[in-house]
């Protein structure tokens, strides 16, 4: 009998890079939003990283060694891509408890019970961020505030987000005149100087990292680029009806997990579309979601919900924008 021919799990990409060179390049993507999360945080952005990658990695060699009994593929870099963003969606001060229970349920269940890596549906790093928001919603949005010298924000007092502010001052009749006079300016949010989950506060190391993945082509512009462009210009037209009941596009932007999803999360490989019209579909659905759950829900934040929702969508968005067929022939109308 002939060796029978064994086919991976598709994207099928011809390239001479490997998978785990795309994953550590992602991880030095990352490297700039970690450091200002070290400047702005202090140790318990260091505590909340280093936990998080360390558990997730552990649960991904116990689970494949002694309970699906397969190869162990901790060094492919995909479960420490995985803490890092489970990371970088959690509040500085998260119990430790807390976190381990975050990265099992992002390799245990969003990850490793699909099969592992190249047949998960939904992206680990915000399934385990989800459910640690939905089963402790209180220590999930206690969030360190600035000190008055905006050098550090490790032992400060807690309070909203950006976004929080906004949602709440609005919820209570305010004008965003009076609510945005209380929020950090433009500026500081770009540099990342505002509360915030560790890795979603400075614009600028996002953005640093997200040109790096385009330059190295591990993403391409049309998830990231319409995502934000549509963000902008839905939030942008509310803002333009009623400027004193909406937040300026540039807010949305810079504010929450909009940068960071945009280029790290709703970018992956696995839970994203194979198509370009694929992706830009996607893209859209995250930001429309995004944006209404923003305006009108009762969070305040909505990229991971919009991303993990738009991810249940990929297998239909990837049936009906499928690449043309090689070999097949392009029907040409007779004149």
Not at 50 to 56: D, F, L
Not at 66 to 80: E, P, Q, R, Y
Request: proline share 5%.
């Amino acid at each position: 009998m002939s060796q029978p021919i064994i086919i991976s799990a598709s994207p099928h990409v011809h390239s001479d890079r490997t998978s785990k060179k795309l994953m550590y390049d992602v991880v030095i993507a990352l490297i700039p939003a970690f450091l200002v999360s070290l400047y702005v945080f202090g140790i318990g952005a260091f505590i909340v990283t280093a936990v998080a990658v360390i558990s997730c990695l552990l649960f991904e060699y116990l689970i494949q060694k002694f309970l699906m009994k397969t190869d162990v593929t901790i060094g492919d870099g995909s479960a420490l891509i995985t803490g890092i963003l489970l990371a970088f969606n959690l509040p500085s001060g998260l119990p430790i408890w807390m976190i381990i229970v975050g990265s099992l349920v992002a390799i245990g269940v969003a990850k490793l019970s699909f099969g592992g890596l190249g047949f998960n549906i939904f992206n680990p790093a915000l399934v385990g961020r989800v459910f640690l928001l939905v089963s402790f919603p209180v220590q999930m949005t206690m969030w360190p505030t600035a000190v008055e010298n905006n050098t550090t924000m490790a032992d400060a007092v807690t309070g909203a987000t950006p976004l929080g502010m906004i949602k709440e001052g609005l919820m209570f009749g305010d004008t965003m005149t009076n609510i945005t006079a209380n929020l950090p300016s433009n500026l500081e949010l770009f540099l990342g100087l505002s509360g915030g989950s560790i890795g979603e506060m400075s614009g600028l190391a996002l953005l640093l990292g997200g040109i790096y993945l385009l330059y190295r082509k591990v993403i391409t512009w049309h998830i990231p680029v319409t995502m934000l462009v549509t963000m902008a210009v839905m939030t942008g037209i509310f803002w333009v009806i009623d400027p004193e009941s909406y937040a300026s596009p540039l807010i949305h932007i810079l504010s929450g997990g909009a940068l960071l999803g945009a280029f790290f999360m709703a970018t992956d490989l696995v839970t994203s579309p194979m198509t370009k019209k694929g992706m830009i579909i996607f893209a859209i659905g995250i930001a429309v979601i995004t944006v209404v759950i923003r305006l009108f829900g009762a969070y305040p934040e909505g990229v991971s919900f919009a991303i993990l929702i738009m991810n249940a969508f990929v297998p239909l968005i990837n049936t009906y924008f499928k690449p043309r067929r090689f070999g097949s022939k392009i029907k040409s109308k007779i004149v």
